[in-house]
């Protein structure tokens, strides 16, 4: 029984590896169908999207099967519930990447941002993408030290998305009103995909070590 148990568990864990990496590269994606006003690249994000919901489903059934099945208990439990947990944090993140591609196309064929803000958006991108590596990364070796590096790594998505802000209550800014609202919500797309890839790699400490770390950001993940 415990080597199977330990089987599906590893099963598990590169489930949800693969789906944290497909979560970042739908990103990658999303975002290069932003910047580059691209309705091609966006459909591909929004139809590649029922794959990372079937990959939810297979790992939400996996975990429960394993909690009812192997009456887990201690370390084993742990494990478990900490999978239950980073499978809606991945489940966000391909989420939050669609809707990054969503509005590529709802704006198509006008690009949906104003070329002042392209630059913001580059590397807010380039940092989710990061991210969501590490994610992967963390969730396939178990590193504590890689995973709270995902915590810094989030410091510098905090700033741009803060910066942008300061951008939009500018009174210099003159790309209207609809483009203010565009631009908040695709900044927050990326700052709670970034957030969702540091709930991962707290997940992943409490994992391994059995202490879960203080949450740097108290705001409910949605």
């Known amino acids: 029984m415990r080597v199977i148990y330990n089987e599906q568990m590893a099963d598990?864990?590169?489930l949800l590896g693969e789906m944290a990496g497909l979560a970042g590269s739908a990103m990658e994606r999303a975002t290069q169908s932003l910047l580059q006003a691209d309705l091609s690249l966006a459909e591909?994000?929004?139809?590649?999207?029922?794959?990372?919901?079937?990959?939810?489903?297979?790992a939400e059934e996996r975990a429960f099967?394993?909690?009812?099945?192997?009456?887990?208990?201690?370390g084993d439990l742990r494990q478990v519930v900490s999978?239950?947990?980073i499978v809606n944090d991945v489940n966000r993140m391909g989420a939050l990447a669609l809707h990054v591609a969503k509005t590529t196309r709802r704006r198509h064929p006008n690009p949906a941002l104003p070329?002042?803000?392209?630059?913001?958006?580059?590397?807010?991108?380039?940092?989710?993408v990061s991210m969501g590596?590490?994610?992967?990364?963390?969730?396939?070796?178990?590193?504590?030290?890689?995973?709270?590096?995902?915590?810094?790594?989030?410091?510098?998505m905090d700033d741009l998305h803060k910066h942008l802000f300061?951008?939009?209550?500018?009174?210099?800014?003159?790309?209207?009103?609809?483009?203010?609202?565009d631009v908040t919500l695709l900044g927050r797309y990326y700052e709670r995909f970034a957030d969702h890839a540091v709930e991962i790699g707290r997940r992943v400490i409490f994992l391994?070590?059995?202490v879960l770390p203080p949450d740097a950001d108290p705001e409910p993940a949605v």
């Open 12 to 14: 598990l864990a590169h």
């Open 44 to 58: 591909q994000v929004i139809s590649e999207g029922d794959r990372i919901a079937d990959m939810i489903i297979d």
């Open 65 to 74: 099967a394993l909690l009812a099945l192997q009456a887990p208990v201690a």
């Open 83 to 85: 999978a239950i947990q």
């Open 115 to 128: 070329e002042s803000v392209h630059g913001y958006f580059a590397e807010m991108g380039r940092i989710a």
């Open 133 to 156: 590596a590490g994610a992967k990364e963390v969730l396939e070796t178990r590193d504590p030290k890689r995973a709270a590096q995902l915590n810094q790594d989030d410091e510098a």
């Open 166 to 181: 300061t951008l939009l209550m500018d009174r210099d800014w003159k790309d209207g009103v609809a483009a203010a609202v």
């Open 208 to 210: 391994v070590t059995g």
